[in-house]
């Protein structure tokens, strides 16, 4: 099995959202992390207190330690995965999915810090450029640097959302959200991603519990379980509707699911697609 094919097939079935990270920006981005490391040793020589100089330092050192792991998958991908105890198989169809779904999730989480790493880098320069001695990050740099994460997560973790015209990476399908402070918001859904205030997928809506419900895999199928949710979940389909409990219910194309009772105006409502053309 190539490094090529575990990309595609970790990609089609792992649910990675930063596989945009790897192949392309992860090297660049250390390296660039790198010499604002330098550049901090460099200014540091000029800096008089020992404590100022020696934070300048730390936090020139956060985005490298960020970004270096996924730099290391995406240069040396057989060896990466040797240190967490998988081997490659030798055909790609031997690829389980479940190892796709873990392997997955490690992907995501190392490329989200990659993603902060590289952010991080902006207020350092920004108050390197403002200041002569320690990178002090002011509130206005850190609501910049938040909101630049905020847009790139979006952006590019959640491809082909609506209005661009495109489809998100979602082999298990997908929820548009209806109404409520999520309106117009497409989710790819993964098995064990939690719905509600505290979840996974984020619905800050009144009638919402923390964890409301959950997604989970029944038979290689999507379904939906209530979590014990203080005003339930409900789902619609071919307009039959019934509570949710704790056994998972398969979803199919086109099902309403509603978090809170649907005869609620304040009820979050939300249609699962399956897509299974190209």
């Known amino acids: 099995m190539t490094d090529f094919e575990f990309w595609q097939k970790v990609k089609e079935m792992g649910q990675i959202t930063y596989d945009w990270w790897y192949p392309t920006i992860a090297l ?25 100089r020696f934070l300048t330092l730390f936090l020139s050192t956060i985005p490298v330690l960020l970004i270096f792991p996924s730099a290391y998958i995406a240069q040396a991908l057989g060896s990466a995965l040797n240190r967490v105890g998988y081997t490659l198989p030798e ?22 810090w990659g993603v902060l790493g590289i952010t ?50 979602a082999p298990y399908g997908s929820i548009t959200i209806n109404n409520g402070s999520r309106k117009g918001s497409i989710e790819a859904l993964r098995p064990d991603f939690t719905i509600g205030g505290k979840g996974d997928i984020q619905v800050s809506d009144v009638i ?44 199919e194309h086109g099902d309403t699911i509603y978090l809170g009772d649907p005869n609620q105006d304040n009820a979050v409502e939300m249609v699962f697609e399956f897509n299974t053309g190209a």
């Open 28 to 52: 660049p981005a250390l390296i660039w992390a790198v010499s604002v490391l330098f550049l901090a040793i460099f200014a540091a020589r000029k800096i008089k207190k020992v404590h100022n």
């Open 91 to 112: 055909n790609v169809n031997d690829f389980a999915s479940n190892d796709a779904l873990v392997l997955g999730n490690y992907l995501n989480a190392f490329g989200l």
């Open 120 to 169: 991080f880098t902006l207020p350092l320069i920004l108050s390197s450029l403002s200041r002569s001695e320690v990178p002090v990050i002011s509130p206005a740099i850190r609501n910049a640097t938040k909101t630049i994460t905020n847009i790139a997560t979006r952006a590019f973790g959640r491809r082909g959302g609506a209005g661009g015209g495109g489809r998100i990476n």
């Open 208 to 251: 919402v519990s923390r964890t409301h419900a959950k997604f989970v895999l029944e038979d290689n199928q999507i379904a939906v379980i209530d979590l014990g949710s203080t005003n339930g979940t409900f789902l619609v389909r071919d307009g039959q509707g019934f509570m949710l409990d704790s056994q998972p219910v398969p979803l």
